[in-house]
Structure formats: C-alpha cells, structure tokens
C-alpha cells in the first residue's frame, strides 16, 4: 500500500510549521536590527575634513574663490579682534539625514572655538536639500541665544540663497553672529517703501565696496609681507622659515603695520618662537585667526531653515 503513514504526516506538518515560524521571526529581528542599528541608510554624511587653510569649506562649490578669499579674510579679521566668538563656514552637497545632527558633529570634530570656551559658531548650508543650520556652543549662546540664531536665518541666509546671493548671506550672516556675540543688536530702522530701492541698493554698493576693500588691503599686505621675507632670505640664506612661520609673518605685518612693528623676519623669528599669540597678529583672542582650536560644548544649540 503507498503513500505515507498518517503519524508520520502529522510529524512532518508540525515541522513545517516551526520552520516557518523560525524564519518569520529571523526576518523581523532581522529588520528590528536594521532600524536599531540605522544600516538602512538613514545616517548623515561623514564628517569631512577641515578645511586645510582658513575657516571656510565650500565643499558644494557656491562661492567663487574670490568670494571665498573675501569670506576667509573677515573671519581672520573678526578672530583676531574679539575672542567672544568662533565662526566657521561649511557648504555640503548633500548632508543626508538631519542637517542638524550632522552640523553638531562637524563642528564637535572639527574643534570649532576655542578650547574650554565654548564660543564656536558652525554655519552648514546643505545645497542639495536647500537647508541652514547655525550650530551655536553652550558659551556664545550667553550673548548669540537660539532666537539670535533663528533671526540670521530667516533674515539673511534663507532669503540671499533663495536668491542664489551665497557670497552675500554668508558674509552678512558672519558680520551679524560676531556682531551679537559681541553685544551688538542690529540696529532695527523704520521701514520706508519709497526709499526701499534706493536703500537697497546702496547697501549692495557699501557691502560690495567694503569686501572688495578688505580684499585689495590683505593682498597688499600679503605683497608687503612676502617681499620683506624674500630679502631676508636673500640677505641669509640660512634663514628657512616653515610654512607655518611664514603665515603667522603675514599674519603679524596685516595687523602691525606701525613704526614698532618687526618688519625684519630675522629679527622676527627668535621673537615669535618665544611669543607666539603676541608675534603672530591680533590683539586679543585667537592670534592666528583660525576658528579650529579644541573648541566643544555642542549639545544641539542653534536654528535650523530652508530655502
């Protein structure tokens, strides 16, 4: 007689059963793990480096390098007059995921403000899905609070983006941060309708001019400086400066440019490796100009916005 035994039918059915069981909870713990761990692809990006020289990554190609040289040189200049901020400039493609989680972690790497002060400013643009972020550290929301943030924000970057105008609000956003960080609200006047497109306009003009003039000072500066440490090289050739000496010279002739200054990278030298933060530029603050210096305190301050 054929066939299989009804006992065994019964078994073999059960056992079935359990197999299917068995891999429909492997696949939900599976998936539960996917979700836990996030290897779903719900990560933000990685962290890219800082950038090599200056405060500025334009990582997503906005600005021209002009337009960049420009940005870098006010911020150098801001750091090297006040220490009650630090701010860094960031433009990403594609941040993926929450652009203010990876805006905290960007400026927590990259040590943005100075170490134990907690006075770093991290300003992320993710072009890609047309968001802001102003990351701000515990310290410097004493005097640029969260609603100091919002405002730059919603008044400067997302409308000069909205307008493809990345130089201007990035400019104007770093001019307002230091100027809150420091104290200074900016000054609310009486809107006039009539006088809008003249004002306007003037204001382009004054920014304009004045970036271009801030520019046009530090390349003379720049030339000034190179010259002074090309005769000294010449007038002894063991004299080698690093890479590093030889901006921290440029640095120290931009902000010293009277009769007692050092104008003799010689003469310079032995001084600067005795007092670095006094022979290398500034007058208080971060001599070297630079935002990244151990700086931390990044527990999710700030303003976030879209355009």
Same mark, same amino acid.
């Given at each position: 007689m054929s066939g299989t035994p009804p006992g065994f039918r019964m078994v073999?059915?059960?056992t079935m059963k359990l197999v299917r069981s068995a891999g429909r909870t492997a696949g939900a713990t599976a998936l539960?793990?996917? +979700?836990?761990? $996030?290897?779903? $692809?719900?990560?933000t990006a990685p962290v890219p480096e800082p950038p090599a020289q200056g405060n500025v990554l334009d990582a997503a190609d906005v600005l021209t390098a002009a337009q960049e040289q420009e940005l870098n040189v006010l911020?150098?200049?801001?750091?090297?007059?006040?220490?009650?901020?630090? +701010?860094a400039v960031l433009t990403v493609e594609d941040a993926r995921g929450s652009i203010e989680d990876f805006a905290r972690s960007v =400026?927590?790497?990259?040590?943005?403000g100075d170490d134990g002060a907690e006075n770093g400013v991290l300003v992320v643009a993710d072009t890609a899905e047309r968001?802001?972020?102003?990351? %701000? =550290?515990d310290g410097v929301r004493e005097t640029f609070s969260d609603d100091d943030a919002e405002e730059v924000i919603e008044d400067v970057l997302e409308p000069a983006f909205a307008d493809e105008e990345y130089a201007r609000g990035l400019t104007e956003a770093?001019?307002?941060?230091?100027?809150?960080?420091?104290?200074?609200?900016? +000054?609310e006047e009486p809107f006039d309708w009539v006088l809008f497109g003249w004002v306007a306009g003037g204001i382009a003009v004054l920014l304009g001019g004045i970036v271009w003039l801030l520019a046009a000072d530090s390349r003379r500066r720049r030339i000034i400086a190179d010259e002074e440490l090309r005769a000294a090289e010449q007038a002894?050739?063991?004299?080698?400066?690093?890479?590093?000496? @030889?901006? %921290?010279? @440029?640095?120290?002739?931009y902000s010293k440019r009277g009769d007692d200054a050092v104008s003799n990278p010689a003469v310079w030298l032995p001084l600067y490796a005795a007092n670095p933060g006094l022979y290398s530029g500034g007058t208080g603050g971060n001599a070297s100009g630079s935002s990244f210096n151990g700086g931390g305190g990044f527990s999710g301050g700030g303003a976030s916005g879209s355009y």
């Open positions: 073999e059915g059960s539960l793990l996917l +979700v836990i761990t $996030g290897c779903g $692809g719900g990560g911020l150098d200049q801001q750091n090297a007059r006040t220490d009650a901020a630090r +701010v =400026a927590t790497d990259w040590g943005v968001e802001l972020r102003i990351e %701000a =550290a770093v001019g307002q941060i230091y100027g809150y960080a420091q104290g200074q609200d900016p +000054v002894d050739p063991d004299l080698r400066l690093t890479d590093e000496q @030889r901006d %921290a010279y @440029r640095k120290y002739r």
